[in-house]
């Protein structure tokens, strides 16, 4: 129970500082990505925060399991470089991997938590803001001083100066199917009445003519409404990895059914990867604590590729669903008995090459 007790201890503080490396690393990323869309004017700078916290949300179950392996690795790589494993094997106590298994159980409840539940929310939750901002970004995204299409680049918008609320001196473009529409106003803002929202422009002119012509049609305002659209419900919902897990369990669809198999890969990749741990971390006093991360780096890396390429394979109907993604997980059990066995692997083929050295030796011996 101590040792135990003392294990849980170092697995936790490496895991608890590695995930806030990853953490850090990956929300560092992620912040200089939105705050460079943000300042050329691809989305408003009051959603990169809200944004940020649903995508963290929905990718720590890939960084939560990669940082629990490296903790494991880290930590009982110590215990080799310090000779504390050899201390307790000199007392018949073995490596306690019970005690590293089921902390690997009760950490995959949290990463199933993660993936059943919170990352498809996680995934809602960015669907209906991306449709905001494809909203919001017409005209809350735009930046002084610059022409900013929108409508899919039939339309061109510029202000010259934004104070507050309002904007000043603003020109819009529209090209219409019959016809083309410019406006130009003193100032402008926008203006919520019930659920439509509207862009107010104040005090100027609006100019209409059908294409290939050349009279227009000049008419003065003192105020023109122009209602931008609600697309906030419009796609919420639709992607397979935002559907809520409730709905992916009795589904017949081979894409639900890879979603699926898909979301429970990651608390049962917590629990054998926790297992692959204790024979890979086998090292020696000169290897040092560090030898074996870049081999588990690359083990994790291939791991999580092979899930990747499984869940397309069963998208597109290449794989049959009963096969899945599991064959992935049955590889790497083959390698973690593999790694478990393998002093008696090789004793074995020792033994079975033994008659091999001892025939070659004597033709050796008697070519001399």
């Not at 460079?36 to 649903?54: C, D, N, Q, Y």
């Not at 402008?188 to 009445?193: A, L, M, R, S, V």
């Not at 790497?332 to 004793?347: N, S, W």
Request: charged fraction near 20%.
């Amino acid at each position: 129970m101590i040792i135990s007790r003392y294990l849980f201890k170092e697995i936790l503080y490496t895991l608890l500082a590695l995930s806030s490396l990853l953490v850090l690393i990956y929300v560092s990323h992620r912040f200089m990505a939105y705050i460079t869309k943000a300042s050329v004017g691809k989305i408003p700078a009051e959603f990169i925060f809200h944004l940020l916290s649903l995508k963290l949300l929905s990718d720590l179950i890939l960084i939560l399991p990669l940082g629990f392996f490296l903790a494991l690795l880290l930590a009982l790589g110590r215990l080799y470089k310090d000779n504390e494993i050899t201390a307790l094997a000199s007392c018949g106590i073995p490596v306690p991997i019970g005690s590293i298994i089921s902390f690997g159980f009760m950490f995959a409840i949290l990463i199933g938590a993660l993936s059943l539940f919170l990352a498809p929310w996680a995934e809602e939750q960015q669907d209906i803001l991306q449709v905001q901002l494809k909203s919001a970004a017409e005209v809350g995204g735009i930046a002084a001083g610059r022409f900013k299409e929108f409508n899919h680049g039939k339309g061109i918008f510029y202000v010259e100066k934004v104070d507050d609320e309002n904007m000043k001196t603003l020109f819009i473009q529209a090209n219409l199917p019959n016809k083309q529409v410019i406006l130009v106003a003193n100032k402008g803002y926008q203006k919520e009445q019930g659920e439509d929202l509207f862009m107010v422009l104040v005090d100027g002119y609006r100019y209409e003519n059908e294409h290939g012509k050349l009279n227009y049609t000049i008419t003065k305002f003192e105020e023109h409404r122009i209602k931008i659209p609600r697309l906030v419900n419009s796609s919420a919902g639709q992607k397979h990895d935002a559907l809520p897990t409730s709905k992916l369990w009795f589904s017949k669809q081979k894409e639900l059914q890879a979603e699926l198999q898909w979301r429970l890969s990651f608390p049962l990749s917590v629990i054998l990867l926790a297992i692959l741990a204790v024979p890979l971390s086998h090292t020696t006093p000169r290897q040092g604590q560090y030898s074996k991360i870049v081999s588990g780096i690359l083990i994790y890396l291939i791991y999580n590729n092979l899930l990747n390429v499984a869940k397309k394979w069963v998208e597109r109907g290449d794989v049959s669903p009963m096969i899945g993604v599991w064959w992935v997980h049955f590889a790497l059990i083959f390698i973690i008995i593999t790694l478990f066995y393998l002093p008696e692997i090789k004793r074995w083929v020792n033994l079975l090459l033994q008659p091999i050295y001892s025939l070659s030796s004597k033709l050796l011996s008697r070519g001399k």
